[in-house]
């Protein structure tokens, strides 16, 4: 049997150190209508076809082709030595390092994750990471309710969907109110923020591509009382000012741009940065600096007393496991490409997105908008968004991240490019949306 | 272990001062310093806000644990001890002086009177042990 | 903080060196960036990433993995962690599908979403549940998505207001009550009776109409199974409260008992212990839930279905509590259960349980004679609570043993027995294995009984010693001091 270890004589030798007669004799106490029902389940399989089984279902998955697609995640570059050195065994196979003394390789890398995260928001202490950016906005905005003692919440529309509907489930929760505002020409007007509001969220880029106003948007929370959450595309920070600079006190966001797969959505992380002054309302694990018995430097969970395993019901969140191997795959992608390598990611995105964009418009296609973007932006059809994303998938194209009706755009998809994107790409998405009868101009009847 | 004569005390570890002007002083006492271990941060009550005894409004943390401090009367924080911010271990080193939470203007004068005297605490210790 | 001495290990920080690089992204020429986004959008200065060779990187994080305990090193047995061999197999599985997107249209993902569709079936087939989300990120997750449907549930049924408090038995893991406490309810603890089982009687008196749920897990946190959960299901049931399953010690018996036969109505996995899917030093984990049907109205969103055009995610759950979390779930990890599910079958699993149970026994034993306390002298399931000798303590067992190669087992844990130790050995341990940690053990005992000095400098060849916590607590150091370093950029 895979994986155990014992030989029957194992078993025996086992069993009469035990004092029992047998395996089953162990189970004996359980009550006996409990013990051994029946369980439909596949058949065992072999190494060998147990591979071919999976390859042979990796056959219906079509990763493969130009890939366009945004909304939340997206392909970028990942130098073969980043898995490389992220997923050795001793990082794969450790738990929460709750002995540090044997763990200073996780522990330290989340000093240095911190240290990076904190560096790319400009804001002064991470967490050693969430789930995912959905999850870690839900949690920030639990800690504005905490922190502020209000009870409502307000998200700007231009927040990922799916982000403001994980919101609603962790704050309906305790009652916490959630109002959203509107976006006007793609973007987030400057709202009259009220006394009773605990935070502003607003996403930067926003789920349609539009860079937002944050400086403005985070006065009007400020001028209330309220604090500014800012969800944001760490990738984007390479370039964009960071949320720490326009007075942000927090940031969240899901770290995939920064260097894992995109894995049909999961496993990615969140991650969640704060202003100094919420340090004791930070939820998740921390790591810090000390010194051991002989002075040498050394790392550590702390400040522990903030979470379940102490506090139990009163702690800041339930949050035990954090997303460790994959904010270190991050770590040590950030490391690979150093601040060069990330500025000419991002600069790459902007670059192809833009040329997309243009090509487009020269088609006659009818981008949205005015507002400026960094490597999405939202481009109106005249079919559904699902069924342009079907017809293109059919043409070998994956792009077209469907535009809910709760936008009032219309039929509207949201396009992405990164550096991955090549010239040659472009024009297969642009001849692809020709076919698909998506362009002005473009004659019926075609595919 | 200490347990001074002049003060009053709760079968949860709280130290009351004798009244004077109607205001008292509170902080934990040296047994629970001892079972706390090493001190590492204090969250406070706000000045100002109004405490039920028996409410928790203050926590005193370790790096292992985190303890509820209880009011041990009823009244307004007229007071709390911010040199705990920086000092926490003050706690640890004088738990009767230097180390005081809060103080509290007391509802009812004759609150304290009703606690535990150090004799009755000291009993109390001896039962949890 | 003190600076860096030459013998502490470098950050990578200090390892940068201006104008160095490992990784090369595709170039292309810069774009007008101010022009694009608006001066006013961009930072004035980048951020201080490492600038490191790619050798130096290798260096870097090679030698830290060299600095950190794994499974593949040695023996790692905390108690309701599972710490059991991770498969290799399995990385080249996940392989397999890692390249696809999310948000790609459903008809290019028929592999991996007929996959989870199976897996739906499979854990729901394990657990005897009749409907299952594979959404929860962790077993904390699939904790509050239970409890947030069982609130729904009582909602539904107009008992919401009137049922705002959870019972959690004494020896719960912490997030048990901060789940409950997520979700609005207030926490009730149930002491446990002197056999390690949760007081049926006290737990019949905190019974009533304001109790939405029980938590339990079972076998328990002190690794005896709750022999009278029958009568536990039937209680709580009669009082109007759902019971909710901590899947924490699954391992101990899957493929012979099901949850759901228990008398369960909600049930959370945990994939990274039972179904082996890595660690990863601290995560991603996976929490599924399984839920009976009169649940199942209020399941997250997607499920994945399957419909004559082909499988897809669904969001078509009349009562959903709503989205948990972006996408379908740790796909990733979902695929590594799916492929040890499929690797054992029945019979494997049933294995599985049987060997985890045997070896937490031998180990007991063997513990047993090594000079170790067992509170709870019976027969235990997949793990065990030991206790040093009087006047030793177990944290300095913990840190000697440490020196032995070996990682000690969960300390101070479960909090009902003082100086808890919890061991759970898993069923992938050999007997050697398990006779080495018990000598080990026991001659920890017999040096300390020699030296009293020895044990509390413990440990003393380890990358590091005993550290400073208080310090870390008091004075938080939590990311680099860049100013600190002379010639650093601003």
Redesign the interface.
Known sequence: ??????SEE??R???E??G?ES??A??D???A?????D?????????TR??A???S????????GP?F?????R???I?S??P???????????????????????L??T??Y???M???TGL???N??M?????ATAEAA?LAARQTRRERVLVSRGV?P??R??L???L????IRIDTLDLETLATPVPMVDHDVACVIVQQPNFLGS?EAM?ALTEAAHAAGALMVAVVDPLS??????PG?YGADIAVG?GQTLGN???????S?GFMVVASAL??QLPG??????????????F?L????R?????????K??????????A?MAT?N????????????A??S???A?RLADRLRDEGADVAGEA?F?NEFTLRTRRSG?DV??A???RGV?AG?PVGSEYGLGNAVVLAAT??V?DDDIEALVAALATVGELAGSGVGHG | MQIPDNLRYTSSHEWVSAPVDGMVTVGITDYAQDQLGDVVYVELPAVGAAVASGDPVAVVESVKTASDIYAPVSGSVEAVNEALHDAPEAINDSPYEGGWLFKVRLSDEAEPGSLLDAGGYQQAVEKEG | MAEATSRDFPLIFERSRPGRRAARPPRFDEPDLALLLGEDQLRDAPPRLPEVSELDLVRHFTQLAHRQFSIDGNVYPLGSCTMKYNPKVHEEAARLFQDLHPQQAPETAQGTLRLLYELQRDLGALTGMDAVSLQPAAGAHGELTGILMIRAYHRARGEGEQRRVVLVPDGAHGTNPATAAMAGYRVVEIPSDDRGEVDLEAFTRALGPEVAAVMLTNPNTVGVFETRILEIARRAHEAGAQLYYDGANLNAIVGRVRPGDMGFDVVHLNLHKTFTTPHGGGGPGTGPVGVKAHLAEFLPVPLVVDEEQGYRLSEDVPSSIGRMRSFVGNVGNLIRAYAYIRTLGLEGLRRVSGHAVLNANYLRVRMQQAGYTIPFDRLNMHEFVARPPEGVHTLDVAKALLDEGMHPMTVYFPLIVKEAMMVEPTETESLETLDAYAEALGAILERAAEDDGYLPGAPYHTPVRRLDEVRAARQPVLSYAFDEEPGSSG
């Open positions: 049997m895979p994986y155990l270890p014992h194992d078993v030798r086992a069993l150190t035990i029992v395996v089953d162990l189970f106490e359980l009550p209508s409990l013990r051994n029902p369980i439909d389940l596949p058949p065992a399989m072999d190494e147990l591979l089984h999976l390859r279902l990796a056959a219906h998955d079509r990763p493969e890939n697609l945004g909304g939340g995640m392909r970028h570059f130098p030595v980043t490389h050195l992220a997923l050795q065994s001793e990082f794969v196979t450790a738990y929460t390092p709750y002995q540090p003394e044997v763990a200073q390789g996780i330290q890398a000093f240095e911190q240290t990076m904190s560096e790319l002064a202490v991470s050693a990471s789930y995912d950016g959905a999850t639990l990922h799916e982000t509907a994980v609603g489930t962790y309906e929760a305790l009652d860079l400086p920070l390479a370039l964009l000012k960071p600079a899901d797969p995109t894995a049909y959505g999961g496993p992380f340090l004791r694990r921390l790591v810090g600096e000390t010194v051991d018995v002989d002075g040498r430097r050394a550590v702390t400040l522990q007393a979470e379940q395993h102490i506090r139990r019901s009163k702690a969140s339930n949050i035990c496991s954090n997303h460790q191997l994959t270190l040590v950030l490391a690979a490409l150093g601040p060069q390598g990330l500025r000419e990611a600069a790459g902007v670059r192809q833009h400026r960094f699902s994303r079907s293109l998938a059919e994956h991240v550096e991955l090549s």
